[in-house]
C-alpha cells in the first residue's frame, strides 16, 4: 500500500509560478516510478510528467515541456512538480501517481496503481 498526499495548489495569474507537492508513504519511496496528471473540468485526465525510481529518467507532456520539472527527493519521499510560465489552459486539478510496477516511469494512467486525492490549480489570465 502506498498513501499519497499533494499539497501546494492554489490561485496564480498567468505568467507565475506554482510548486506542487506529493508526500508518499507506505512501500519504500525509492523503488518505484512516480508521476504528476492532470484533469480540468470537463476533460480527460491527461499526462504531465513522469521521473524513474531514482530520478535519472524525465519525461514531460509536449505543452508542459520547458515549463515544468519534476524532481524528487527519495530521502524526504517526496516528489516535486515545480510549475513555471502558468498559463490559464494549466488550470485543473493535478494528481501525482505511484507506479509500484514501473521502474521508468510511464506516460500511460494504466501503469500508475496509487493516486493521491489531488490538488486544485487555478491559473487567472
Known amino acids: 500500500q502506498v498513501q499519497l498526499v499533494e499539497s501546494g495548489g492554489g490561485l496564480v495569474q498567468a505568467g507565475g509560478s506554482l510548486r506542487l507537492s506529493c508526500a508518499a508513504s507506505g512501500r519504500t519511496f525509492s523503488s518505484y516510478a512516480m508521476g504528476w496528471f492532470r484533469q480540468a473540468p470537463g476533460k480527460e485526465r491527461e499526462f504531465v510528467a513522469f521521473?524513474?525510481?531514482?530520478?535519472?529518467?524525465?519525461g514531460y507532456a509536449d505543452s508542459v515541456r520547458g515549463r515544468f520539472t519534476i524532481s524528487r527527493d527519495n530521502a524526504k519521499n517526496t516528489v516535486i512538480l515545480q510549475m513555471n510560465s502558468l498559463k490559464p489552459e494549466d488550470t485543473a486539478v493535478y494528481y501525482c501517481a505511484a507506479g509500484t510496477r514501473l521502474a521508468y516511469g510511464s506516460r500511460h494512467q494504466d501503469g500508475y496503481d496509487y493516486w493521491g486525492q489531488g490538488t486544485q490549480v487555478t491559473v487567472s489570465s
Open positions: 521521473i524513474s525510481w531514482s530520478g535519472s529518467s524525465t
